[in-house]
Structures are given as structure tokens and as C-alpha cells.
């Protein structure tokens, strides 16, 4: 099953059949929600965060044996209020595989936190795990903070973390002004080249017209 | 362009004062050969003229047609016609090449350019500098070898087609083919009226373009000028003649720090 969709309803699920499903969010609000991914079956999770919400969005997600989660968040940070997301990934069975990158921009004098932690528990075989973070900062009093945890309780693993986080190479927009774009259009540049793999993944066309006129429009 | 005029020129990195007062009229049509020592403050012009941050100017002006570009910020002396073809150039993660071009060259016109002409156009340039076109595909420099960014430099020069360009050791890392045909597009542009300077420690480039002045830096100021005949003794003799014939020393006044110097960058990936 694919879809996409904006601003959809979250509710906690049981996914016992493939799936695909991208979401825009130009509204978010705080909430806790449980997906459980059944034996064999995937989940292939896309989250677009554009909203100016305050929000603290936790998302607890179960994998049963040879169950398959990819998970890609991409949010940018413009309000005057915090987001934090927590992704909580448990391995409940063997062989099963998640792979979960955040990627971020803080143009804001506010918070953009991703929190994304893997449970592996004694005595689950074969599992493969990924938490990937980064966030760009393009104001320098943003705050952002990428914290991306393996909890690792059996040793026939695979499991792999990796976190960036900094304001965005002077070097690189020197360049690209240099060139004669503006400051504020070689900052749109790299902010739709950086969320760009990710809002691709709407497979809507209409949606990704509309956060691409997000950015066109915006003055940062 | 009618005239750059850099008049006393002074500017550090950090507490560092690099250029020392730095005099230089170029008039359009020029093409400079700017010579010195390593570490003397050529790179540091030609990036302080491009507005780059690290440096801070302290002191002096440089008046592009009577107007003091150092004002301006680094798009609006593009705009002016100014270009630099950076040393290294920088790894720009996220945006990709074509996208990148789309931008510079829309920036430097009224109307945003056509699909078909911007096709055609750039189809043209990558031939113009030999560079396989599907690498407008690609993120801007990332993975990029020494070779292809300098020769991407080139492209882009041929793109903006700027009033005076800044060449940053373009020749560093380039076969012969490609020195030469990059020779063969700044002579080209030359012919139609593009001033440059350029900064090269090999003579090979000079001898293709054939500079019709010479200027060399020296801790921080441009301490002789000459005409192509310049560019040859440097070539031939190095910098020690300078001492012999002229009494320019060429060892640099350092200046004594006292700050800490532990520059700690932590990125992981």
C-alpha cells in the first residue's frame, strides 16, 4: 500500500501489510503514537515537518521477527517555538532491520531536537540498525541537537549511528554569493538540496509542488 | 569595466594582518600576471576583492568604475562583473551543480533563463572545457577531482561571462591537455575584452596567455611591476633578485601571537 498525505490523522497501528506512506505536515501537535510492524512486513515512513508548531512528537515503533522499518524525517525549523522529535525503535525479532535518518535545518532562534534510539534486547539474532541525524544551522543562535542512541543488548548485530551538526560551511556560501546569488537564495539552495531526497519521497506531485512554493515563497 | 583601482588596501584574517597596504590599477583589457612568494597575500587579495569572510578589511579602497566595491556584499560584485575561480574550491553538500548554475546565471540576468537555452548554453560550456555534461547532476564539487574543479571553475566563468575575473592557481593540478585548453578559453575571452588577473607558479600557463603586465606581492603590498618580461625573470631566477637588484627582502615581518592557537573542528559522519 502507498500513499501520501498531508496532514493526516496519526493514530497507533498494527501494520500487517507492506507499506509506504509519506505525510506532510504543515500543522503538528505533541503526541505519543505505536505503530507495531508484523512478522515479515515493512514500513517505509515518510514525515515532512513544515509546520511553525510547538510540538514534542514521540514515535514508538515494534518490529516483529524479519520486519523492516525505513523511517525519513525531514523538518525545518523557522518558528519561535521548540520541536522535538523521539523516535523509539524496539527489536522484538530476529532478522528484522531499521533504518532511520533525520535530516534538519534550524534557520530559527529555537530548538530542533532528534532523538532516534534502536533497543536491541538480549537474545533477538540478526538485527540491522541505523539512527542517522543532521541539522543544518543557518542562524547562529539556532539551537539543534541530534543525539542518535544504539542500546545494544546481544552481539550478533549490526548497528551503526552517525550524527552532524553544525552551521552550514561559510566557505560554501561564500561561494556560492560569490557567483551573484543572494545570501537568502543560496540559503534556499541548500535547504531544498538538503531535504530534497526526502520531500522526493511524497511521490505526489502536488505535495512536492507545494513544499517547493513553501520554500520559493518563504523570506527567510 | 573601465578600471579597478586598489588603493592602500589593508586587511587581516583573525588578528592576523595580511595585506599591508596593497596599490594596484588595473585597466580593462589587462591581463596581470601576480607573482610572489608563498604565503605573501596573492590568494588573499584576490579573495578579499570577492568579499570573502574570513577577511576583514582595515584599511583602504578598491573603486571598480569610481564605485568602492568593498561595501558590497560577494552577489553584488558578481553582479558587477567579478569573478573569482576559487583555489579549493569548496564542497557545497545538498545542492546540486545544475540547480546551482540555474541560479548564478538567473542572478545575472533580467528574466530567468529558458529551459532550452540554458540546456544549450551549458551543453556548450562543458564541451568548451572538456567535462562530461552529466556531471550537472552531481552535488557542486562534491567528490569532484582536483582536475574537474578547476576546470568547472573555468565553466562557470564561461557562463557569467564576468568583466574581470580573479584566477586563483587555476593551472595547479591540471594535465597538459587541460592547461592548454583552459589557455585557449581565457585567451578567447581575453579577445573579447575580459580583464584578468592571474596567480600561477608555473610558467607554462603565463607563457600560453602571454600576461601584458607582471605584479609582485611581498609580505602584504605589490612591491614591482613590470611587463611580461617580469613574469620571465621570476620564472627563471625566482624571487631572489629582488634583495640583489631592488632591495625588497622577502622575508616576512610574522607577527608574534600570544593567543592560543588550537583550532579544534569536530564533524562526524
Redesign the interface.
Known amino acids: 500500500m502507498t500513499s501520501s498525505q498531508k496532514n493526516p490523522y496519526l493514530s497507533d497501528e498494527i501494520i500487517s501489510t507492506d507499506q509506504t506512506s509519506a505525510y506532510l505536515f504543515t500543522e503538528l501537535n505533541d503526541g505519543e503514537y505505536h505503530f507495531v510492524v508484523d512478522e515479515t512486513h515493512s514500513l517505509d515512513l515518510t514525515l515532512i515537518d513544515l509546520s511553525s508548531s510547538k510540538f514534542n512528537l514521540k514515535l514508538l515503533i515494534d518490529l516483529k521477527r524479519d520486519a523492516h522499518l525505513s523511517l525519513s524525517i525531514a523538518s525545518f525549523q523557522y518558528s519561535n517555538l521548540n520541536k522535538t522529535f523521539d523516535i523509539y525503535v524496539k527489536h522484538l525479532g530476529d532478522a528484522s532491520s531499521s533504518f532511520v535518518r533525520f535530516a534538519g535545518i534550524n534557520s530559527s532562534d529555537n530548538k530542533l531536537t532528534f532523538i532516534g534510539t534502536s533497543l536491541i534486547p538480549n537474545g533477538i539474532k540478526k538485527v540491522e540498525t541505523r539512527q542517522e541525524g543532521r541539522i543544518n544551522n543557518l542562524s547562529s543562535s539556532a539551537k539543534s541537537e541530534v543525539s542518535p542512541v544504539l542500546l545494544i543488548n546481544d552481539n550478533d548485530v549490526k548497528a551503526s549511528h552517525?550524527?552532524?551538526l553544525?552551521a552550514y560551511?561559510?566557505?560554501?556560501?561564500?561561494?556560492?554569493?560569490?557567483?551573484?546569488?543572494?545570501?537568502e537564495?543560496?540559503q534556499k539552495?541548500?535547504i531544498?538540496?538538503?531535504l530534497?531526497p526526502i520531500i522526493n519521497k511524497l511521490h505526489d506531485e502536488s505535495l512536492i509542488k507545494e513544499v517547493n512554493d513553501f520554500f520559493q515563497d518563504r523570506k527567510l | 569595466m573601465k578600471e579597478l583601482s586598489i588603493q592602500n588596501l589593508s586587511c587581516q584574517a583573525e588578528s592576523n594582518l595580511i595585506l599591508k597596504g596593497v596599490n594596484l590599477n588595473i585597466h580593462a583589457g589587462d591581463c596581470i600576471a601576480l607573482l610572489g612568494p608563498n604565503g605573501h597575500g596573492k590568494s588573499t587579495l584576490l579573495n578579499t576583492l570577492m568579499g570573502s569572510p574570513h577577511y576583514h578589511v582595515t584599511e583602504g579602497q578598491a573603486f571598480l568604475d569610481g564605485e568602492d566595491i568593498l561595501t558590497l556584499t560577494p552577489d553584488l560584485r558578481s553582479k558587477k562583473g567579478m569573478f573569482l575561480a576559487f583555489q579549493n574550491p569548496p564542497d557545497v553538500p545538498g545542492v546540486v551543480t545544475m540547480d546551482f548554475f540555474r541560479s548564478a546565471i538567473n542572478s545575472h540576468s533580467e528574466k530567468p533563463i529558458s529551459l532550452y537555452n540554458f540546456y544549450k548554453e551549458t551543453t556548450k560550456a562543458y564541451e568548451q572545457v572538456g567535462l562530461n555534461s552529466n556531471m550537472a547532476s552531481r552535488i557542486l564539487n562534491e567528490g569532484y577531482s582536483g582536475g574537474e574543479k578547476k576546470r568547472n571553475e573555468i565553466l562557470q566563468m564561461l557562463l557569467l561571462k564576468p568583466s574581470i575575473a580573479f584566477l586563483d592557481e587555476i593551472d595547479s593540478g591540471l594535465d597538459v591537455d587541460a592547461l592548454n585548453l583552459i589557455a585557449k578559453v581565457i585567451n578567447d575571452l581575453r579577445a573579447q575584452g575580459t580583464t584578468f588577473i592571474i596567480i600561477s607558479h608555473y610558467d607554462k600557463l603565463y607563457d600560453l596567455i602571454k600576461p601584458n603586465r607582471s605584479a609582485i606581492m611581498v609580505d602584504g603590498k605589490i612591491v614591482l611591476e613590470g611587463d611580461f618580461s617580469l613574469t620571465k625573470k621570476v620564472s627563471e631566477n625566482g624571487y631572489s633578485f629582488l634583495e640583489r637588484e631592488y632591495h625588497i627582502s622577502i622575508e616576512k615581518k610574522e607577527q608574534v601571537s600570544i593567543d592560543t592557537c588550537a583550532i579544534k573542528e569536530t564533524i562526524s559522519k
Not at chain 1, 169 to 183: C, E, H, K, V
Open positions: 552517525g550524527a552532524a553544525g560551511n561559510p566557505d560554501a556560501l561564500f561561494y556560492l554569493t560569490s557567483r551573484g546569488i543572494s545570501r537564495e543560496s539552495l541548500i531544498k538540496g538538503t530534497s
